[in-house]
T-cell receptor
Framework: AQSVAQPEDQVNVAEGNPLTVKCTYSVSGNPYLFWYVQYPNRGLQFLLKYITGDNLVKGSYGFEAEFNKSQTSFHLKKPSALVSDSALYFCAVRDMSGNTPLVFGKGTRLSVIA | DGGITQSPKYLFRKEGQNVTLSCEQNLNHDAMYWYRQDPGQGLRLIYYSQIVNDFQKGDIAEGYSVSREKKESFPLTVTSAQKNPTAFYLC??????????????FGAGSRLTVL
């Protein structure tokens, strides 16, 4: 079985400060990992994904994520937060070896305060 | 522009009524999905379809039904058997089968409220 945990329901950060949104995962094989963002009353938008190779993945809007196999983590990061980054962020995983749909975490609400 | 269109955006239903949510995509994607979103529970998979005339139950299929008669369309019916249907419903699609690193494209969602 595959699963994703986002341990923080809410993350608050001051504008201009670095931000981190945490994600840990569990799969039986190797993972495909994704981050999506959702603005109010909208669908989810793709930010970035990890397939294989370089552990640091760069995505849209200045976001990046670091894959750590030993800690089974895929934390989302940004060096300098913007107020417009305030949204709901979802981590998702799919086992490379299976033919199963993507599994999403419960989401973390990011609030960037001016 | 290519994308996924969900309708209606807002829908109100009386208890005991069935309601159908529309999802249409012009991306030529093979796989389509329905998710339910509730506060604090993330996205839960209701049904998915990898090809026309075939679909599979997700984690919370009870009280829902779907059809996939055309590649571009994947309507979801919320039946009266669904005990707590008030939620935000999201449709998504992806090219090819859903294994691999294919990215999901989401519609803007439909918010269903049962009165």
């Amino acid at each position: 079985a595959q699963s994703v945990a986002q341990p923080e329901d809410q993350v608050n950060v001051a504008e201009g400060n670095p931000l981190t949104v945490k994600c840990t995962y569990s799969v039986s094989g190797n993972p495909y990992l994704f981050w999506y963002v959702q603005y109010p009353n909208r669908g989810l938008q793709f930010l970035l994904k990890y397939i294989t190779g370089d552990n640091l993945v760069k995505g849209s809007y200045g976001f990046e994520a670091e894959f750590n196999k030993s800690q089974t983590s895929f934390h989302l990061k940004k060096p300098s937060a913007l107020v417009s980054d305030s949204a709901l962020y979802f981590c998702a995983v799919r086992d490379m070896s299976g033919n199963t749909p993507l599994v999403f975490g419960k989401g973390t609400r990011l609030s960037v305060i001016a | 522009d290519g994308g996924i269109t969900q309708s209606p955006k807002y829908l109100f239903r009386k208890e005991g009524q069935n309601v159908t949510l529309s999802c249409e995509q012009n991306l030529n994607h093979d796989a389509m999905y329905w998710y339910r979103q509730d506060p604090g529970q993330g996205l839960r998979l209701i049904y998915y379809s990898q090809i026309v005339n075939d679909f599979q139950k997700g984690d919370i299929a009870e009280g829902y039904s779907v059809s996939r008669e055309k590649k571009e369309s994947f309507p979801l019916t919320v039946t009266s058997a669904q005990k707590n249907p008030t939620a935000f419903y999201l449709c998504a699609s992806t090219g090819g089968i859903h294994s691999g690193a294919n990215v999901l494209t989401f519609g803007a969602g439909s918010r269903l409220t049962v009165l």
